[in-house]
């Protein structure tokens, strides 16, 4: 059974900004030397980060099928190199085959969550313990740690500029506050999905982080907590991960209809087909698009879907190359 990655549709949400994610089967871990046993343990735990980087979700771990796979991890892999971080740490960096992952996923009825994802704005102040700064590129402890954990959790975000118009926008002591109005007049100077803000406090040895995650008029609490500034980053970056990959990653279903019929119209010439074609099957969500009738530039196209209409929706709409029109079932082709 082949899942033929493919979406379709359209898009119709008024401000989305998905982005690509880049190496999104690639992982990193670390190894103490480069000896067999060291690569080995390394190469395990790698299955398991992809696994969780792909589905977005940690509930992986807790499926029998994928960790029955994990003695077998070494047949998902296209590539591994060492390679230093930035500490001088040794690291392998492990890149897995997307095919085979995503086969897995399915026939274990994991979800699968394409390359194509929201974008993310993180709106952040910390208390240094004498101040409270807001967390940008001039802030590279908390920058870099963010960074690193929202890269491997497989999410696109965005730190503001913090220039002087985004600090008038939003002096820190509202940021701090949280008051929301005042957020979200600061967050419409960029072009994201949705946004996290939040504060960061030091309490003895442990690391707070409270806030909330909005996209479309969903809000959402944060409330995490760990002993150092690395592993509060994982926190931050796995509930944000958690609570998109519910809405967006994609769930097989077996034994119901999955059949979908959708009309293209804007279809000009063989090109422009076949960048439809191809863009369908660059999405996880279709197992398969057969085109059924051309009527001058509109195409009836034949879909067999891996989830819900509603899943393959959600994704979709975050691309905009197809566009919703007034008919039912008519979608406008924008390459």
């Known amino acids: 059974m082949r899942l033929l990655l493919l979406f379709t549709l359209f898009c119709c949400s ?18 103490l030397d480069q000896s067999e046993a060291s690569r080995t343990d390394a190469i ?13 979700t940690r509930d992986v771990l807790d499926n029998a099928v994928l960790m029955g796979e994990q003695a077998k991890a070494k047949s998902y892999i296209s590539s591994l190199r060492y390679e230093r971080d930035a ?25 699968i969550w394409g390359a194509s994802r929201p974008l993310t704005q993180l ?11 807001v967390v940008g590129v001039d802030n590279k402890l908390w920058y870099h740690e963010l960074q690193m954990a929202m890269d491997a ?15 008038m926008a939003l002096p820190v002591a509202s940021l701090w506050g949280l008051f929301e109005q005042d957020i979200e007049r600061a967050v419409d100077r960029y072009a994201s999905d949705g946004y996290a803000a939040g504060r960061i ?25 760990a002993a150092s500034i690395p592993l509060l980053a994982n926190q931050i970056a796995g509930s944000i991960a958690e609570s998109l990959s519910d809405r967006y990653a994609v769930v097989a279903l077996k034994g ?15 090109s422009s087909y076949r960048a439809l ?4 099957s660059a999405h996880v969500g279709v197992r398969e698009a057969r085109l059924v009738k051309a009527e001058g530039d509109t195409l009836t196209l034949a879909l067999e879907l891996t989830g819900s209409w509603q899943q393959v929706w959600d994704v979709l709409a975050l691309d905009q190359k197809l566009i919703r029109s007034d008919t039912p079932g008519l979608y406008a082709w924008q390459p």
Do not use: C
């Open 14 to 31: 008024v401000f989305t900004s998905a982005a690509t994610v880049r190496d999104l089967h690639n992982v990193r871990v670390p190894v």
């Open 44 to 56: 395990g735990g790698a299955f398991q980060q992809v696994l969780i980087k792909v589905s977005g």
């Open 87 to 111: 500490t001088n740490q040794l690291q392998l960096s492990v890149t897995f085959m997307s095919a085979p992952l995503q086969v897995l996923l399915e026939s274990a009825d994991a979800p």
């Open 123 to 133: 709106w952040i102040a910390e208390n240094t313990g004498e101040e409270r700064a």
């Open 153 to 167: 959790r497989g999410l696109p975000v965005i730190f503001p500029t913090w220039d002087l118009e985004d600090e």
């Open 201 to 225: 406090i030091q309490i003895g040895n442990e690391f707070n982080f409270s806030g909330y995650l909005t996209y479309s008029k969903s809000r959402e609490i944060i409330d995490v907590s």
């Open 256 to 270: 119901v209809d999955s059949g979908y019929v959708l009309r293209v119209s804007g279809v000009q010439g063989f």
């Open 277 to 280: 074609m191809d863009y369908l």
